[in-house]
């Protein structure tokens, strides 16, 4: 019988993304809908004692499938043992986080189960009993609804849409037995960045930069560091080489979604619309009155971002303190 | 070397999207179309390593005849041949059918490395590469900023969130192109007076070991049931002032008091 949903939880070195924190409470609210169980599934070596820290957002059931084998991510070894997972629950719907990680797995796994796979999925809807998924197309110029023949059905959600809701319930921790052969990739450098940098994709206030600054990032810094957000960037600021590849925003870069992004000195051009349309609250900061990006913001300044950035840290400073 | 490289044609990114009719397709009328971003990199990678080690490169792509025009377009910037993948039975098969049939194809040829561009910008499925590699049973990387491929090792500069993973594997393997990886060259005028010679051999899903019932409309497991925009923003307000400190102390009200994010 299938039913019941699961969700494949992504840690890092010990300590969960934030997506799984997201991915859990959409379970839960699926599971809730669907009138049945949900069980989040944790992988990783030596991380028995994180799998509590789920607990807050309220599965029924953590499975912990602890293995040296799989202490860094690796596509083949999580694949074989989500599957295996995934082949002893039978569950109805299987959520994972669209991160880079998630991505990679997802689409493997839904090839190794010939199943179908929703990617950056934005939102799930119960009627009838009958799931609909909504995911972004073109880099967000549309959006589908979607729904998938068959069982198990799998979703990869999109960072920062979901919230994040706490559940109490009764909830029992089990080993995940795991059976997984040496995986054919060898991880063999990692560099993990500072842990005070925000993700781009998980920040909740995104400041970008585009050619307007002409290269001097310092004020946006200064300001995404003082709210606690990430930096991004046009791609044309990329391709001057002012900002690396992963800071890009737009359809042929990261697609953004949060509560705030200040556009400064961004024109607005199709391509970069397409990755942040979808934030809450968009505000621009540029000195053409014409520029396109004002017809997308919800607020707008006319002014160079050169005075108008410092004197909004100082303002926001002002009322942090 | 012996290396394949998937493309596909998608929609120029600077195309509006127009809904059809029927609201579950786009209206492809006025649409340019254009070799997917993501495997112009795949293609500049291939012809980077073929021109390090030797060897073929093969742009494999399935879609309709007009799909011919990227193939060209690839082997006019230096690719050796093509393989076209062009039958009415697999018009309308999702991301999972698509990887079978194209994985059918290079199944049944010497290969050494496959590259796909980590997403086509029309569907942004994010799918293909992986699934290809699963069908072949080969290692895969997605999302590779960097790669060295020595003697029968690939290795892959992969950036996930908040870290960089350096991985390696034995070959085959696949992987999939992300920005930064390299700039794309242009055809230059011989190459395209070169590729309108180079072969160009057509397929059809009766060449290919895939059960017909697992392709086109009948085999999709993904069913759009509607297309729409996203919501329309309400009237952008303008804040204005009498200097920049006035204006950004009444944008910081706004974000405190109204939107509630600082
Ligand atoms: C295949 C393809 C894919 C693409 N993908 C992307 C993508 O993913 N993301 C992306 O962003 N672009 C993408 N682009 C590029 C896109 O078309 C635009 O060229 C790019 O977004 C423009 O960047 P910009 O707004 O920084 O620069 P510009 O268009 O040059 O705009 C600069 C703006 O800054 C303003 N300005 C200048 N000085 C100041 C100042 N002192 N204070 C305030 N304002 C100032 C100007 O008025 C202007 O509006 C893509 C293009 C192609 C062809
Ligand atoms: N019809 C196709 N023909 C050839 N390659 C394709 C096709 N569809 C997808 N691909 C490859 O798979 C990648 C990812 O596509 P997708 O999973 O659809 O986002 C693309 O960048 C191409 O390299």
Not at chain 1, 153 to 178: G, W, Y
Not at chain 2, 45 to 67: C, F, H, N, R, W
Not at chain 2, 213 to 238: C, D, H, Q, S, Y
Request: glycine letters at 8%.
């Amino acid at each position: 019988m299938t039913q019941g949903v699961l969700v494949i939880c992504e840690q890092r070195d010990g300590a969960f993304r934030k997506i799984s924190f997201e991915a859990v409470s959409e379970g839960r609210r699926l599971a809730d809908g669907l009138n049945t169980d949900l069980t989040a599934l944790v992988l990783g070596g030596d991380i028995a004692d994180i799998a509590g820290d789920l607990e807050a957002c309220g599965p029924d059931k953590i499975w912990v499938a602890d293995d040296p084998l799989l202490m860094d991510y690796r596509t083949e070894s999580y694949t074989t043992v989500c599957a295996q997972a995934i082949q002893s629950a039978s569950p109805q719907v299987v959520l994972i986080g669209a991160s880079a990680q998630g991505k990679d797995l997802a689409a493997r796994l839904a090839a190794r189960l010939d199943a179908g796979l929703v990617m950056d999925c934005i939102a799930i809807r119960l009627e009838d009993g009958q799931l609909t998924y909504t995911r972004p197309m073109s880099g967000g110029k549309i959006l589908a609804d979607v729904s998938i023949t068959g069982t198990p059905q799998l979703v990869a959600i999109r960072s920062n849409v979901m919230p994040i809701t706490k559940s109490s319930h009764a909830c029992t921790t089990e080993t995940f037995d795991v059976q997984v052969d040496e995986p054919r990739t060898r991880v063999v450098d990692k560099k993990v960045e500072s842990g005070d940098k925000v993700e781009l994709t998980e920040a909740a206030i995104v400041v970008s930069g585009g050619r307007g600054t002409g290269g001097d990032y310092a004020a946006i810094e200064e300001l995404a560091s003082l709210v606690n957000g990430a930096v991004g960037a046009s791609r044309s600021a990329v391709d001057e080489g002012w900002r690396p590849h992963s800071d890009q925003v737009g359809q042929t870069g990261k697609v953004v979604s949060p509560s705030l992004y200040v556009a400064c000195g961004i024109s607005g051009a199709i391509q970069h619309l397409a990755g942040m349309s979808t934030s809450k609250n968009i505000v621009a900061i540029n000195k053409d009155a014409e520029a396109p990006i004002f017809a997308k913001a919800d607020y707008g300044v006319v002014g160079d971002l050169f005075e108008i950035v410092p004197e909004l840290t100082k303002a926001v400073r002002q009322i942090k303190e | 070397m012996e290396i394949v490289v998937l493309v596909k044609q998608v929609p120029d990114t600077e195309s509006i999207i127009q809904i059809g009719e029927d609201n579950v397709s786009i209206k492809t009328d006025d649409i340019k179309w254009v070799m997917n971003p993501y495997d112009e990199l795949a293609v500049e990678a291939a012809l980077q390593i073929k021109e390090a080690q030797g060897g073929t490169v093969t742009i494999l792509s399935m879609g309709p005849d007009k799909t011919v025009e990227v193939i060209r377009t690839a082997l006019a910037m230096g690719a050796d041949t093509g393989v076209h993948i062009n039958d009415p039975a697999t018009v309308g098969s999702d991301a999972l059918s698509r990887a079978k049939l194209l994985a059918a194809a290079i199944r049944a040829r010497p290969f050494d490395l496959v590259i796909a561009g980590m997403r086509a910008v029309d569907e942004d499925n994010y799918q293909v590469g992986a699934a290809v590699a699963e069908y072949l049973d080969i290692p895969q990387f997605t999302q590779v900023t960097k790669v060295v491929v020595e003697n029968d090792t690939i290795k892959c500069h992969q950036v996930v969130e908040g870290a960089t993973v350096v991985a390696e594997a034995s070959l085959p393997a696949l992987f999939t192109t992300q920005r930064g990886l390299n700039e794309p060259r242009y055809a230059s005028l011989p190459g395209i007076m070169k590729a309108k010679k180079k072969p160009i051999e057509t397929l059809t899903l009766a060449d290919l070991d895939v059960s017909p019932e697992t392709v086109g409309p009948a085999g999709r497991k993904i069913n759009v049931t509607a297309l729409r925009f996203p919501p329309e923003r309400e009237p952008v307000k303008m804040i204005d002032g009498e200097n920049a400190a006035d204006i950004a102390s009444k944008l910081a009200t706004v974000l405190h008091e109204e939107i509630k994010v600082i």
